[in-house]
């Protein structure tokens, strides 16, 4: 089956500053990656997503990349604010009768003002 | 995007007991599907469920200790069984708006201690 592995588990950056995560997935059938953000008590938000045909997407200040040949992704957060904080979870999912998701292990980003 | 609630928002439980969750989006969807975070883990699938078919259940998890009813196209219960305190967890229910989309939304999720 699929293996997301999510780097850094934590990451703490000064407001302002840039943040990237980067993951990795296994299988090369993977063929659509969504970004969620993940506020304490409350259940997982889609912020951002890429598919296989596309190499980058950007949304304000949030964009993605995504190397097919390298199986790996990452999500760049520019301008970083106190309300960035939260974990993130990258995830990829595969095609079939339905799109089973399989998440990374979350990253904790921590913006400090 | 969908909106998705749950019921409890959290309990307390005792060993042995089962304890039922509900999750009600506001518009009709295909897919539904049941995860499990435990505290401070990633999201691991429990089950997809499906409006008229029996729930597709993911490999360590079975109907007997995870039932879960989907009656209609907004609707879907997870109950867990026999509780033990290994079943402490959050659980959420997702949902896919429309087949092909691929996007999944998520509810708040459900906050269990079992002691």
């Known amino acids: 089956g699929e293996n997301v592995e999510q780097h850094p588990s934590t990451l703490s950056v000064q407001e302002g500053d840039s943040a990237v995560i980067k993951c990795t997935y296994s299988?090369?059938?993977?063929?659509?990656f969504p970004w969620y953000k993940q506020e304490l008590g409350k259940g997982p938000q889609l912020i951002i997503d890429?598919?296989?045909?596309?190499g980058e997407k950007k949304d304000q200040r949030i964009a993605v990349t995504l190397n097919k040949t390298a199986k790996h992704f990452s999500l760049h957060i520019t301008e970083t604010q106190p309300e960035d904080s939260a974990v993130y979870f990258c995830?990829?999912?595969?095609?079939?009768?339905?799109?089973?998701?399989?998440f990374g292990t979350g990253t904790k980003l921590q913006v400090i003002p | 995007s969908a909106v998705i609630s749950q019921k409890p928002s959290r309990d307390i439980c005792q060993r042995g007991t089962s304890l039922t969750i509900q999750c009600q989006v506001d518009?009709?969807?295909?897919?539904m599907f049941w995860y499990r975070q435990q505290p401070g883990q990633s999201l691991t699938l429990i089950a997809t469920?499906?409006?008229?078919?029996?729930?597709?259940?993911e490999s360590g998890f079975v109907i007997d200790k995870f039932p879960i009813s989907r009656p209609n196209l907004t609707f879907s219960t997870l109950t867990v069984s026999n509780m033990s305190p290994e079943d402490s967890s959050i659980y959420l229910c997702s949902v896919e708006t429309w087949t092909g989309s691929d996007e999944q939304f998520f509810g708040p999720g459900t906050r269990l201690t079992v002691l």
């Open positions: 299988d090369s059938a993977s063929n659509y």
């Open positions: 995830a990829a999912s595969q095609p079939g009768g339905y799109q089973k998701v399989t």
């Open positions: 518009s009709q969807v295909t897919m």
């Open positions: 890429i598919r296989s045909n596309v």
């Open positions: 469920a499906n409006q008229g078919s029996e729930a597709t259940y």
